[in-house]
């Protein structure tokens, strides 16, 4: 089994930057898929990106060019970089991770075993 602990959130303007960290504990982190999802009020938590064991990465529509995922094994550690944030990324971040999710099941949050705590992430205006 797998835990994840989540850090980075916060407030920010719009145009602003955020960090997102997600360490995980148990066993072998290194052979998981992690996907990082997000859910604002009254929606449905959405895929944001995802990075898998080969290192390729994935992401939705609204932050290609904006985001990257990226994961450093040795700390068992994933980040989601956040650039250019806009008030329509305000919602609950998580971390979710999965040791065989596939590529077409990999976007959808059931796809996930393990979820971090989730953290708040605020754009203003």
């Known amino acids: 089994q797998v835990q994840l602990v989540q850090s980075g959130g916060g407030l920010v303007q719009a145009g602003g930057s955020l960090r997102l960290s997600c360490v995980a504990s148990?066993?072998?982190?290194?052979?998981?898929?992690i996907g990082w999802f997000r859910q604002a009020p009254g929606k449905e938590r959405e895929f944001v990106a995802a990075?898998?064991?080969?290192?390729?990465?994935y992401y939705t529509d609204f932050v290609k060019g904006r985001f990257t995922i990226s994961r450093d094994n040795a700390k068992n550690t994933v980040y989601l970089q956040m650039n250019s944030l806009k008030p329509e990324d305000t919602a609950v971040y998580y971390c979710?991770?999965?040791?065989?999710?596939?590529?077409?099941?990999?976007?959808?949050?059931?796809?996930?075993?393990?979820w971090g705590q989730g953290t708040q992430v605020t754009v203003s205006s």
């Open positions: 979710a991770a999965d040791p065989d999710v596939s590529i077409l099941t990999m976007w959808r949050p059931n796809g996930y075993d393990y």
């Open positions: 148990g066993r072998t982190f290194s052979s998981y898929v």
């Open positions: 990075i898998r064991t080969s290192g390729s990465t």
